[in-house]
Every structure is written in structure tokens, then in C-alpha cells.
């Protein structure tokens, strides 16, 4: 995605006034309040899954309403090759995987194997698409991380590539890094990410962007909820670059990179004009900001948190600045993947009244 394609989607979205749903927003037919809606299952195969992009013009792979849940196969991306050369067994080596890298040809600039895209009926631009991430479950016992020449936050000092298998213990949920040191794993999906404006055409599936995409948020895990504003008829959601592990920052460009199961559920909010992601935990609320300066992207972050505090939680832009800076803790998300990440994470807990409803 060039500069040219980047102002082009930014004035899209100004055509809309900045304003966020309602992080506990839930429509009189929200399906909370009805019977649990059949699970529809999207495996990856080479027919169901794309490699490197995003892109408004990709044929779904499935379709489904607002309040349907489906449930995911990520597979982790890497080539079978690169894998046993790292170490790992060929019998570990998941099948899909093989048939993916051997038949899949359209490619984009990046190199995540994302399932999907899903068409929801109802998103239309100008609506956000609410993902409620029910469950995210760890599918092989393996991870990976590796390094290259030339990324990274520290190329310099590491000009050189390495890759290493990283076992994982399903029971006891860590992951054996190396003898005496234990990685504990929280896995969730880096990339989880609509399509662009359709005058962005095909992006790379690398930099986090306002379809958000490779977010790379360690929040993102069972549990919490992520707000995306829509940009294509369908929204056509996809997800992938499953994480077993990851720290802030992300420094060496991978996390413990492996392969995903994860249970969705999709709700469109009509006519919200979301501008950036946001996201939902249980016990806090989380603003996004990307952009190659990260100044910029910490600039982006902090705004969203004061007009979520302006128009959700009805204070003064100068208060909702004050408390910001007294009890909003910012995260750099990730450095390496061109857009840097910042994270503006506010505790729910502050907000006693409603604390207490």
C-alpha cells in the first residue's frame, strides 16, 4: 500500500463524523438475548483461504448474518520446508498446510495464510463490525519464532537469519522455550481484519491499518471483543498469524507463531463510522492507533481513548485529556510489521457507578 492509497482511504473515513459504538452497546436483537445461534465451521483449504492481502474484491468464502457465530482453522504461516529445516518432524506438518502452499498461486505482498473472507450480510460501509472472540484454541503442539536480515527493532545488531521450533505443552499451557525457562501462552489471532476501501485495492497483509489486519494486540485473546469499522459490502472479515505467545513490540517480527482454532461472533452496528479498531476485555477498554511514525501512532491511540471518554462516558475533551494522562497506560503494540502499533488501554474500574449497575 503506497502513500497515495493511504490518503485516499483517510478521506473516506473523514466523510464520516469520528465517533465510537458504545463499547457495551447491544442492539434490542442482540443475540445475547436469544437462543445461542448454530456454530458454522470454515476449515482452511486451498479454496477457503487467502495469502498475503487484504482486498474489497476477494470472493467470500462464506456468508452469514449479523449474530452468526463460525468458528475458524488458522494454520500457522510458515512453508512445510522452512518448518523441517527448522527441526520439526514431517509428520507434524499439518496436511492443510501442505496443500495450501503447494496449490495456493494469487499471493500478496505479505506472507499470512488468513481463512476467510466471511461476507456479513447486513455490513455496509459507514457500519462497524463488533467480533466477539468466544474461544482460541491452540491446534498443534509446536510453535516457531525466526528473525531476517534487515527487520526487526534491532537489524542491526542481528544482520543474520535464525528460526527455532518452540514445543508447546497443551496441559499445562506454556510454551518449553528452553531448558529452565517456560513461556506461558495466551493465545489469540494477530491478524483479524476486514477488507479496505475498494480504492486501496489489494494491500499487503503486513501493516495494521484502519481495517485493522495485523494488529498484532496481545489483548486479543478468548474473551474480548474487537470493533472494526466496515469498508466493503460484507465487511469480509478474515483471520490468521495465530499466536501462541507474543510480548509488546513484537521486537524480532514473530511471536510463538503456530496454527489456531477460534470461535467468532459477528454484529453489525449500523451507520457508526468507526475510524480506527477498538477493542473490549472484560476489565478494560482499548483504543488503536497505527501509523509508520510511532509519535503518530501514540497520537492516534490517545485521541480515540478522549472521544471514546467524550462520547461514552460524557465528560469535557479537556477532562477526558486530564484522565488520559492520569490513568491510561499506553502499549506499544508492535514495531516491526511497517505501521507501528500503540495500544490505549483504560481500566474499567474507574467507572464506579457503572461498575455497580
Same mark, same amino acid.
Given at each position: 500500500?503506497?502513500? /497515495?492509497?493511504?490518503?485516499?482511504?483517510?478521506?473516506?473515513?473523514?466523510?464520516?463524523?469520528?465517533?465510537?459504538?458504545?463499547?457495551?452497546?447491544?442492539?434490542?436483537?442482540?443475540?445475547?438475548?436469544?437462543?445461542?445461534?448454530?456454530?458454522?465451521?470454515?476449515?482452511?483449504?486451498?479454496?477457503?483461504?487467502?495469502?498475503?492481502?487484504?482486498?474489497?474484491?476477494?470472493?467470500?468464502?462464506?456468508? &452469514?448474518?449479523?449474530?452468526?457465530?463460525?468458528?475458524?482453522?488458522?494454520?500457522?504461516?510458515? /512453508?512445510?520446508?522452512?518448518?523441517?529445516?527448522?527441526?520439526?518432524?514431517?509428520?507434524?506438518?499439518?496436511?492443510?498446510?501442505?496443500? &495450501?502452499?503447494?496449490?495456493?498461486?494469487?499471493?500478496?505482498?505479505?506472507?499470512?495464510?488468513?481463512? #476467510?473472507?466471511?461476507?456479513?450480510?447486513?455490513?455496509?460501509?459507514?457500519?462497524?463490525?463488533?467480533?466477539?472472540?468466544?474461544? +482460541?484454541?491452540?491446534? +498443534?503442539?509446536?510453535?516457531?519464532?525466526?528473525?531476517?536480515?534487515?527487520?526487526?527493532?534491532?537489524?542491526?545488531?542481528?544482520?543474520?537469519?535464525?528460526?527455532?521450533?518452540?514445543?508447546?505443552?497443551?496441559?499445562?499451557?506454556?510454551?518449553?522455550?528452553?531448558? %529452565?525457562?517456560?513461556?506461558?501462552?495466551?493465545?489469540?489471532?494477530?491478524?483479524?481484519?476486514?477488507?479496505?476501501?475498494?480504492?486501496?485495492?489489494?494491500?499487503?497483509?503486513?501493516?495494521?491499518?484502519?481495517?485493522?489486519?495485523?494488529?498484532?494486540?496481545?489483548?486479543?485473546?478468548?474473551?474480548?471483543?474487537?470493533?472494526?469499522?466496515? !469498508?466493503?459490502? #460484507?465487511?469480509?472479515?478474515?483471520?490468521?498469524?495465530?499466536?501462541?505467545?507474543? %510480548?509488546?513490540?513484537?521486537?524480532?517480527?514473530?511471536?510463538?507463531?503456530?496454527?489456531?482454532?477460534?470461535?467468532?461472533?459477528? &454484529?453489525? !452496528?449500523? #451507520?457508526?463510522?468507526?475510524?480506527?479498531?477498538?477493542?473490549?476485555?472484560?476489565?478494560?477498554?482499548?483504543?488503536?492507533?497505527?501509523?509508520?511514525?510511532?509519535?503518530? $501512532?501514540?497520537?492516534?491511540? /490517545?485521541?480515540?481513548?478522549?472521544?471514546?471518554?467524550? /462520547?461514552?462516558? !460524557?465528560?469535557?475533551?479537556?477532562?477526558?485529556? +486530564?484522565?488520559?494522562?492520569?490513568?491510561?497506560?499506553? !502499549?506499544?503494540?508492535?514495531?516491526?510489521?511497517?505501521?507501528?502499533?500503540?495500544?490505549?488501554?483504560?481500566?474499567?474500574?474507574?467507572?464506579? $457507578?457503572?461498575?455497580?449497575?
Amino acid at each position: 500500500m503506497n502513500k /497515495t492509497q493511504f490518503r485516499k482511504g483517510v478521506a473516506l473515513l473523514a466523510l464520516g463524523a469520528l465517533s465510537w459504538v458504545g463499547l457495551s452497546a447491544r442492539s434490542p436483537q442482540s443475540p445475547a438475548r436469544a437462543a445461542a445461534p448454530p456454530v458454522q465451521q470454515l476449515l482452511a483449504t486451498p479454496q477457503t483461504v487467502t495469502i498475503g492481502y487484504y482486498d474489497a474484491a476477494a470472493p467470500p468464502k462464506l456468508r &452469514i448474518k449479523s449474530g452468526d457465530v463460525v468458528q475458524m482453522q488458522t494454520l500457522v504461516a510458515c /512453508t512445510p520446508a522452512l518448518l523441517e529445516e527448522a527441526g520439526l518432524p514431517p509428520a507434524q506438518v499439518q496436511p492443510e498446510l501442505r496443500a &495450501i502452499i503447494q496449490q495456493v498461486t494469487d499471493k500478496g505482498p505479505g506472507i499470512h495464510i488468513l481463512t #476467510g473472507p466471511i461476507y456479513v450480510e447486513e455490513a455496509q460501509p459507514g457500519d462497524v463490525l463488533e467480533v466477539r472472540i468466544q474461544a +482460541v484454541k491452540l491446534a +498443534v503442539p509446536y510453535s516457531y519464532n525466526a528473525f531476517t536480515p534487515g527487520h526487526g527493532a534491532l537489524p542491526n545488531d542481528f544482520p543474520y537469519a535464525r528460526m527455532r521450533i518452540v514445543p508447546l505443552d497443551l496441559k499445562r499451557l506454556v510454551g518449553l522455550f528452553a531448558p %529452565g525457562i517456560e513461556v506461558p501462552l495466551r493465545p489469540f489471532f494477530g491478524s483479524m481484519g476486514v477488507a479496505p476501501p475498494d480504492v486501496s485495492g489489494r494491500i499487503s497483509s503486513y501493516p495494521p491499518w484502519i481495517n485493522a489486519g495485523n494488529i498484532d494486540n496481545k489483548e486479543m485473546v478468548a474473551g474480548t471483543t474487537l470493533f472494526i469499522p466496515v !469498508h466493503a459490502p #460484507g465487511a469480509l472479515f478474515s483471520a490468521g498469524d495465530g499466536h501462541a505467545a507474543q %510480548g509488546d513490540g513484537e521486537v524480532d517480527l514473530k511471536a510463538l507463531e503456530t496454527s489456531l482454532v477460534g470461535t467468532f461472533q459477528f &454484529i453489525v !452496528h449500523k #451507520g457508526q463510522h468507526l475510524n480506527w479498531p477498538r477493542a473490549e476485555t472484560p476489565t478494560e477498554y482499548i483504543a488503536m492507533g497505527f501509523d509508520n511514525s510511532l509519535d503518530e $501512532a501514540v497520537s492516534l491511540a /490517545t485521541r480515540n481513548m478522549v472521544d471514546f471518554l467524550v /462520547t461514552e462516558k !460524557h465528560l469535557s475533551r479537556d477532562d477526558a485529556y +486530564v484522565l488520559c494522562s492520569v490513568a491510561v497506560d499506553l !502499549h506499544v503494540t508492535q514495531l516491526v510489521d511497517g505501521s507501528k502499533g500503540v495500544h490505549a488501554i483504560l481500566p474499567k474500574s474507574l467507572f464506579i $457507578a457503572a461498575t455497580r449497575k
